[in-house]
């Protein structure tokens, strides 16, 4: 049986110091995501950036245990879409999750099956509940590391394959300097 634990975020650096394991995310990861292609490529052809990490506490992956997670995203952008991550359903549809910011600043992008999509700015101490059923994206909108705290049921799952497919029905852009949402042109509705 799993002991009671704690591990420690620094709160002035947005980072989980004792994780269990660590996930990069690269633009090569995050392939076909971006809306401007051609500015995908020609990024990844003088770089493969970091665009976020992802810093577990391992806890096992079954009913009433809560995993918990503290992503950084590093600023940036392809074209004018802000540095973000791949986003996903829960594979278990019917779980929650909570988000609180600890640094920097950005947005989580939401969206459930029928495409109804919402978008919540998100700075230090928001506290975010994602309802269980709605995709989740975050992104960074800053110039400094943007940095979440996320507990969610460990047997949640992710599912990444229906977003790599359909989209966000918006995109989280900087225009005229200033953070817009547009249609994004790719998005494919489902229809069962
Ligand atoms: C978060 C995300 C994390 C990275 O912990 O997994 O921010 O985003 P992607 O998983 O979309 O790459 C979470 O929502 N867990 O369920
Ligand atoms: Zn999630």
Do not use: C
Request: aromatic content about 12%; proline content about 5%; glycine content about 8%.
């Amino acid at each position: 049986m799993l002991k009671p634990f704690s591990s420690l975020i620094d709160l002035s650096t947005g980072f989980l110091k004792d994780y269990d394991n660590k996930v990069e995310r690269r633009l090569s990861n995050l392939k076909g995501m971006f809306s401007d292609n051609e500015s995908f490529e020609s990024m990844l052809a003088s770089g493969d950036t970091l665009v976020y990490e992802v810093f577990e506490k391992k806890v096992p992956e079954e009913s009433g245990q809560l995993a918990h997670a503290v992503t950084v995203i590093y600023p940036g952008k392809v074209g004018i879409e802000y540095f973000m991550t791949k986003g996903h359903f829960h594979v278990k549809e019917p779980t929650a999750e909570l988000y609180l910011g600890i640094k920097g600043q950005g947005g989580i992008i939401t969206q459930d099956k029928e495409g109804n999509s919402q978008y919540l700015d998100m700075s230090v101490g928001s506290l975010v509940y994602v309802s269980p059923y709605w995709a989740h994206r975050t992104v960074n909108t800053s110039d400094e590391p943007f940095s979440f705290l996320a507990v969610y049921p460990a047997e949640a799952g992710h599912d990444y394959g229906t977003i790599e497919k359909m989209g966000f029905p918006k995109l989280v852009v900087e225009q005229d300097g200033q953070t817009s949402l547009v249609d994004n042109p790719k998005f494919i509705k489902k229809t069962s």
